[in-house]
C-alpha cells in the first residue's frame, strides 16, 4: 500500500490521540476510580497502535501495544491504578511523540531505544516492580472464534424490523464474510477499513463479532456484516476486496426470513469483558491514516425513519475536512486583493459619478464582507489547541518543584486566528513557568504565611470586543515593587531618584525592559524578569500588549491582548507631508483638532492635558523623518489618541483622510527589522501606505 499520500493525516492525528492520551491521563491521576476516562484512554492508544501498524511503523505500534496491554489490565481491575503506572505511561507518550516528531522530520522511529521502557510496562504487567529489568513478552491477545459464517448468522427481532423497513423502501440487506489474511500484523485495523469502506456505501446493520470483540482483535481471521444498501453486490464486494491483506469478499443477499435465532457468542476468555464505549462512526474515509475499530449500527429508535438513506445524509452532515494551513493563506491573500479592487473601484465610481458602477459595488461590497466573514471565521481556532498541552507541563514541572499546585483553564474555546494561535504558545509557556517557578510560593512557605498549601494558577481567555484577551494568574507572592526598583539601579537602567519618583506599578514593568533579564536576577527579586523582554517582544510583533498586574502575597497578573486577526483590519489613514500612514483602528482612543496653545512642555518633552489627562506626544513627521515640505497649518493641528495598555499618546500628523479596510502586508525580510512600521498595505488607487506599530512609538 503507498502511505506517502496520507502520511499527513498520520502525523496529525497521531498528535491529536498523543494529545487525548496526555489529558485522559491527568484526568484518571486525579480520579483513579473514574472507569470512562480509562476506557477513552485505552481506545486512544488502540487507534494510534492501528494507525501506527497500518503505516508500517512496527516498533511505534509494538510499544503502543504493550501499553494497551497494561491499559487492559486496569480497565479489567488486575492491576489498580498507582503513581508508579501513571508515572510509566507518561514516559511511553513522551517515547511516542518523541518517535512521531522523529517520523515528522523524516528521520527512523528506531532512532528511540523503547527496550528499557518495554521492561518496566512488562514488570508492572507481572505484577513487579517497573524497576524490574527482566524483559518479559508481552502476552497476547486472547482470540474469540469466528463470529459467523455465510451460511448462518443470528439477529435480533430489533434487527430484523430495521432490515424490512429497509427493504420495503427499496434498499438490498447483504450479508458479506470477510476473511483477512493470517500474515496481517493488526487485524482490528483491517476490519476498521472494512467497516469504514461499507460505511461510504451502505448502512451497517450488525457485525459478528460484534464492535467490541472486534476493537480488542478477539476473533480469528474472518468476520461478518448484515448491512442495507442501493449499491449493487459487485460494487460491494469491489469496495472490500480492494482493501489491502484481505483475502475473501463474499457478499450474498441476505434474507431476514431465514435467520437463526439469536444465540450467545462464544466468550473469548473466562473473564467478563471490561465495558467498551462505542467509538464514533468515522467522518470520512481514511484508509491508511485512521484504525479506530469499527461501528455495528445499534437497533433503531422507535422514531427513527426506516430508510437507511436518510440515516445516511444525517452521517454524512458532520464531516470535516483537513485543510493545509498554506491554502488558506492563499485564499485569505485573494479575499485581501479583492478588497483592495473592491475600494479602487469605490474611488472611480466617485470620481466619475457612475450610478451604474455604484449600485453594483454596493451588492459587491455585500458579497465581498460577507467572504471576508467566512474566511476569518475558517482560520480561526481554539486557543485549547495552545492551552492543552499546558496541564502536563504544569504537573511535571510541579513534581520537580516539589510543590503542590493546582492549573484552572477557563475560556479555551475562545477563538484567535490561526497565525496568532502558532506564536502565542513559546510567551505562555514562559509565562506558566515563571509562575510555577517564583509565583507560587514552597507548600511551608504558604502554611506559614496561613494560605492553602496548594496554589492556583489560571490561564483565562476570553474576548474583548476586536480582541482577546489572555491571562495568567497566579495566588503567589506577588512581585516586590522595591526589589525591581534596586535591581533597575544596580544594573545601571535607571538613577535612584528615577527609582523613588517611580510609582509601584510602573516599578514592577520594567522587567519588560530589555536587558533586565539576565542570569544576576535572582529568584529573591520575583523570578518575574527571566525573558519578559521576549515575552513582550513577540507579544507585540503580533498587534498586541502584555501588562502586569501584583499584590504583595496576594499574587500576580499577567494580561495578554491580541487581535483577533491579523489580516484585513480597520485602519484611520493620515497624513504627513506627501506620505500616506495608517493607524490600526484598535489602538486609537479619539482623534482631536487642537492648536500650538494646547502643546505644552513638561521635562523637555511635549504634552497635552485631555479631559483632565497629561497626555505626551510625538510629531510623525519627526519621528519617522520625513523629508519636510512646504508649512502646513499651524493653527489648527490632528492629533490622534493611541492607547497601549493604560498607557496614551499623541500623534501629531499634517491631515485625516478617513477610515478605511486595509489589507496587511508583511514588510519582507529586508525592512522587517524596522521599528514603528507594522507592516503595508496597497491602497484603492495603487499607493502603498506603511501601517503604524503603535507600540514601538510609547
Known sequence: MET?????????????????????????????????????????????????????????????????????????EQLKVSPEIIDVIFKCLDTLQEMVENISNGESEDLVDVSDLIRQINAIAKGESAEAAAPAAPEASAAAPAGGSPGGISITDTEKTVIVEAKSSGLVPYHIHVEISENCILKSARSYMVMNALDEISDVIKSVPPAEDLEQEKFDHSFDVIIVSDADAKAIEHAVSAISEITVAEVTEFDP??????????????????????????AAPAPAAKAAPPKAAAPAKKDAKPAAKDAKKAHMGGQSVRVDIEKL?????????????????????MTHRLTDLTETLEQMDRVTTDLQSVV???????????????????RDLTKELNKEINLTIEGEDTELDRTVIDEIGDPLMHLLRNSLDHGVEHPDEREAKGKPRTGEVGLIARHEGNNVVIMVTDDGAGINADKIRNKAVEKGMITREEADALPDADAVRLIFLPGFSTAEVITDVSGRGVGMDVVRSKIESLGGNVDVETKIDEGSVFKIKLPLTLAIIQAMLVKVQDEMYAIPLGSIDSTINITPDDIKTVQNKEVIVLRGEIIPIARLGEVLSVPKGEAT????????????GDHKMGIVVDNLIGQQEIVIKTLGKLLSGLKMLAGATVLGDGHVAMILDVSSLM
Open 329 to 349: 493563506d492563499t485564499l485569505m491573500n485573494l479575499v485581501g486583493e479583492l478588497v483592495t479592487n473592491k475600494v479602487r473601484l469605490e474611488q472611480i465610481g
Open 4 to 76: 506517502n499520500q496520507y502520511m499527513e493525516m498520520f502525523l496529525d492525528e497521531s498528535r491529536e490521540h498523543l494529545q487525548s492520551l496526555n489529558d485522559g491521563l491527568l484526568s484518571l491521576e486525579n480520579d483513579p476510580e473514574d472507569l470512562s476516562v480509562l476506557n477513552e484512554i485505552f481506545r486512544n492508544a488502540h487507534t494510534l497502535k492501528g494507525m501506527s501498524a497500518t503505516m508500517g511503523y512496527t516498533k511505534t505500534a509494538e510499544l503502543t501495544h504493550d501499553m494497551e496491554n497494561l491499559l487492559d489490565m486496569l480497565r479489567k
Open 257 to 282: 426470513e431465514k435467520t437463526e435465532a439469536p444465540a450467545a457468542a462464544p466468550a473469548p476468555t473466562t473473564e467478563p469483558p471490561a465495558p467498551t464505549p462505542e467509538p464514533p462512526a468515522p
Open 376 to 394: 476569518m471565521k475558517v482560520r480561526m481556532v481554539p486557543v485549547s489547541q495552545v492551552f492543552n498541552r499546558f496541564p502536563r507541563m504544569v
Open 633 to 644: 497649518n499651524e493653527e489648527d493641528i490632528f492629533v490622534v489618541v493611541v492607547h497601549v
